[in-house]
């Protein structure tokens, strides 16, 4: 379970520089930014992965964090690079990663003390 906790803060951590990247940025401006789409780009795939590793016992605990998009926008970038679909990696980082962003940090950073079987564990890598 440890290992997950590390993998959860991975995907926060990824999440929240994706976003970072991408603040006051306009579309047009990603799709001529080779050097900016990869940089969001490796962070979707280091989202992915990381989603991948987590176990099925963490994955069973929040069900409703979006495993499935998570790996499977992973397995898009890794094995079918070559078709990407800027537009779509533009709305995730834009609609999608801050309500991960929000999920993640209740799971790994909760309030008032009070910890989740998970919690703490961000920045361990």
Not at 39 to 64: H, K, M, N, Y
Not at 69 to 92: A, C, E, F
Request: charge should be negative.
């Amino acid at each position: 379970m440890q290992r997950d906790a590390t993998y959860l803060a991975d995907i926060l951590d990824s999440a929240r520089l994706a976003i970072s990247y991408l603040a006051g940025v306009e579309y047009p401006r990603f799709a001529a930014d080779v050097q900016l789409q990869d940089s969001v780009i490796r962070r979707l795939e280091i989202i992915g992965e990381a989603a991948r590793r987590c176990s099925d016992e963490t994955q069973c605990l929040w069900p409703d964090l979006p495993w499935r998009d998570m790996i499977g926008m992973r397995n898009v970038m890794i094995h079918q690079y070559d078709s990407v679909d800027l537009s779509i990696v533009w709305r995730t980082v834009q609609h999608n990663l801050p309500e991960l962003v929000r999920d993640l940090e209740r799971i790994l950073e909760p309030e008032k003390g009070t910890e989740g079987p998970l919690a703490g564990a961000e920045g361990r890598a």
